[in-house]
């Protein structure tokens, strides 16, 4: 028995309550975490609150963990006590399939397992990191260098690498040109991670309230879209274009930004069909993509050249009791860039 933060019933109108729950016994290829924080992903606040329709109660959210190894199973070999390491958004998948076999596992074509609020093998629901411990098998636990404090390192297991993994794919680097939808907590660790790989880097936000923040992190530009000459201004411009805004915006306007062959991915999931003119990808041979997080392998590599370049997430840290009023901010956009819980806290 652990002690978690739980969402008990469902709705916008529910609350978090300290509770326990059973995590499994440690099998031999197991290992068990002692949980330090736990970041907030706008994930964890629609599953909570039951606005993706499909929310298992009690529910403990949490994939963006950071802490410590406290027990292993017998054949695990790759981690020890006291190691620090990380869990993501992922805790298990086929291992069998193109994808799995690929080091692709966030595409395992049988289901990747969530963190939390997923059936597992078991047949148990997952529950996550907003938690004081947590057993994961060892092929899902990531090493978090130790460059990397564990507080900022928490939310690069999924907004970190939401990022890096489409400006990996996509060949992000020196003479590309990027533009990152969004400063937020996705958005600001995606202006660091581009500015690392030598990106000429432009953040296209609603306003310019966070100008000097984009400054600081790396951007090289930073432009208002409630401008309309934004859009005349930048048209044909970019390489690669990371939406990472959950609202459904005019997609041809952002696709009339694309250079020739370029692309624009999104990260954010809108509740609502995206549109978009067939005019707007045939011109330029512009292409309109989406992507997930990474799979383990890479989930290390976005971690170790953090470490490497020195990023972390620009966090807020709270006390477990304040989770309810960091969603709420969350949602209303006050915070730069994420919450990240304190779990010893709970």
Not at 175 to 202: E, F, P, Q, R, Y
Not at 263 to 279: I, W
Request: charged share 20%; proline share 3%.
């Amino acid at each position: 028995m652990v002690t978690a933060a739980a969402r008990s019933v469902s709705g916008p109108e529910a609350s978090f309550e300290k509770s326990t729950l059973a995590r499994r016994e440690l099998g031999p290829r197991d290992v068990l975490i002692d949980v330090a924080f736990a970041g907030i992903c706008h994930s964890d606040i629609h599953t909570a609150r039951g606005e993706w329709g499909r929310t298992h109660y009690p529910l403990v959210p949490g994939h963006e963990i950071a802490g410590v190894v406290a027990a292993v199973g017998a054949d695990v070999t790759a981690f020890a006590v006291g190691d620090r390491v990380g869990v993501g958004c992922f805790v298990d998948s086929c291992g069998k399939c193109d994808a799995c076999v690929a080091d692709e596992e966030q595409y395992c074509a049988e289901g990747v397992v969530g963190t939390y609020n997923a059936k597992g093998a078991d047949g148990e629901w997952t529950q996550g990191g907003y938690s004081t411990h947590i057993v994961v098998t060892e092929h899902f636990v990531v090493r978090i260098p130790d460059a990397l404090a564990l507080d900022v390192a928490a939310p690069l297991l999924c907004a970190g690498i939401t990022l890096y993994s489409p400006l990996a794919h996509w060949n992000a680097g020196p003479g590309t040109k990027v533009a990152i939808i969004g400063m937020g907590g996705l958005g600001h660790v995606g202006v660091k991670i581009a500015h690392a790989m030598g990106a000429d880097v432009t953040v296209l936000s609603r306003t310019l309230s966070k100008q000097d923040d984009g400054a600081r992190l790396g951007a090289d530009h930073y432009y208002a879209t409630e401008d309309p000459e934004t859009f005349r201004t930048l048209r044909g411009r970019f390489d690669l274009i990371l939406n990472t805004v959950s609202v459904n915006l005019d997609l041809d306007a952002y696709l009339s930004m694309l250079a020739i062959n370029g692309t624009l991915v999104e990260l954010g999931l809108p509740s609502k069909p995206l549109e978009a003119r067939a005019f707007s990808l045939t011109k330029n041979r512009r292409s309109l993509a989406g992507s997930m997080v990474g799979g383990i392998a890479q989930t290390q590599e976005m971690l170790d050249f953090c470490a490497e370049h020195g990023i972390g997430a620009d966090i807020e840290t709270i006390s477990a009791d304040d989770i309810d009023g960091a969603y709420d901010r969350v949602v209303a956009g006050d915070v730069r860039y994420r919450f990240v819980i304190d779990a010893a806290t709970i």
